[in-house]
C-alpha cells in the first residue's frame, strides 16, 4: 500500500489534489471536527489548559484558533 501526504497552507488546494486522486483519504481536519463536537473529555482537558479561550460544549474551533493568534505558546501547551 502506498501513502502520500499532501502538504500546503490553508487555501491551497490540498482537499482538492487529495479529491482527484480517486482513492480514500484521510481529512485530518474533518476528524477533528468529530472529536471536538463528540468527546467531552477532550473539551475538559482544552477548557483546563486554556480556560480563558474555551468557553462551550461542543468546542468550537474558532476558540482555539483564538488561543492560538493571542499566544503562540498556547500552540505549544502539554496535554
Known amino acids: 500500500m502506498k501513502r502520500i501526504g499532501i502538504l500546503g497552507d490553508i487555501g491551497s488546494g490540498k482537499s482538492y489534489i487529495a479529491n482527484n486522486f480517486g482513492y480514500p483519504v484521510f481529512n485530518a481536519d474533518k476528524e477533528v ?3 471536538y463536537k463528540k468527546d467531552k ?5 482544552l477548557k483546563k489548559i486554556l480556560p480563558k479561550y474555551i468557553e462551550s460544549y ?4 474558532n ?13 505549544k501547551k502539554n496535554y
Open 63 to 75: 476558540e482555539i484558533t483564538d488561543a492560538i493568534l493571542a499566544n503562540k505558546k498556547n500552540f
Open 41 to 45: 473529555k477532550v473539551f475538559l482537558k
Open 33 to 35: 471536527g468529530k472529536i
Open 58 to 61: 461542543p468546542i468550537n474551533k
